[in-house]
């Protein structure tokens, strides 16, 4: 019987090695497709008159996912005590990444209620994608001693911010034919993410016939976050919080 763990769960397995990265890259497929597109498509129409923050908020990403991924390698090619020392630069990064991502997302939505009056509803979405990067990648970070919890959290933190890229290329097509309304929408928003981290999820249970117990209160975790902004998005009372929020 699949049963969750909080002891004894193995830390590797020999898979480990490839699956991990791949999902990483599967990632960087959803980042590239999605900013990729609709950068193109931004940059046809109105060439590079990016507010200086989206700059800093892109270089900051990046920055994070190739450290990401370069810590991945380093486990996946045994070299631990290196990893380990460039953890510091990881924990720099997500603070930073903290600060950036809200405050890009309130400058933009306050340019474009100035441009055409376009109401800050999705900051909901934005909002929460930063606060379960900041919960999940944070407790991973805290349990950088505990390996198997380290990595099944840093992985859902990442997972869930990498619904930025997904939503703008690869989500709308799944969502396409389950309409409007509460599932649809969750797909639009969420689809490629949410894959994500249900993947590592059987990926455990065929490798380890179980479930981390910091794994499933992370997904509880995400997906309660997921669900809240869905709802707040057609809040009343989010609308003037979220119109309050970048000043009016």
């Not at 507010?51 to 380093?74: E, K, M, N, R, Y």
Request: charged share 15%; no cysteine; glycine share 10%.
């Amino acid at each position: 019987m699949t049963a969750l763990t909080m002891g004894g769960f193995p830390a590797r397995h020999s898979y480990d090695r490839n699956v991990f990265l791949v999902l990483v890259g599967l990632v960087w497929i959803g980042i590239l497709t999605g900013f990729g597109t609709s950068s193109y498509r931004h940059l046809t129409e109105f060439g590079l008159d990016y507010p200086w923050i989206v700059h800093v908020h892109a270089v900051t990403f990046v920055s994070w996912l190739l450290l990401f991924t370069v810590q991945t390698v380093l486990i996946r090619t045994d070299r631990v005590s290196l990893h380990r020392r460039l953890g510091i630069y990881g924990i720099i990064l997500a603070a930073a990444m903290m600060v950036i991502g809200p405050a890009t997302a309130l400058t933009i939505h306050a340019m474009r209620f100035a441009t055409d009056g376009a109401t800050p509803e999705f900051l909901a979405v934005q909002l929460t994608d930063m606060l379960a990067f900041g919960t999940l990648t944070g407790a991973g970070l805290l349990l950088r001693r505990n390996a198997s919890a380290h990595k099944r959290l840093v992985l859902l933190g990442l997972f869930y911010l990498s619904d930025a890229g997904f939503s703008r290329f690869i989500n709308p097509f799944v969502a396409q034919p389950l309409g409007e309304g509460f599932w649809g929408d969750m797909a639009a928003l969420y689809f490629g993410s949410t894959f994500l981290m249900i993947l590592l999820g059987v990926y455990d249970l065929v490798t380890r016939r179980r479930l981390h117990i910091a794994y499933v209160i992370g997904m509880i975790w995400a997906f309660t976050l997921e669900v809240t902004a869905r709802s707040l998005v057609y809040n009343e009372t989010w609308s003037e919080i979220a119109l309050r929020l970048i000043g009016q």
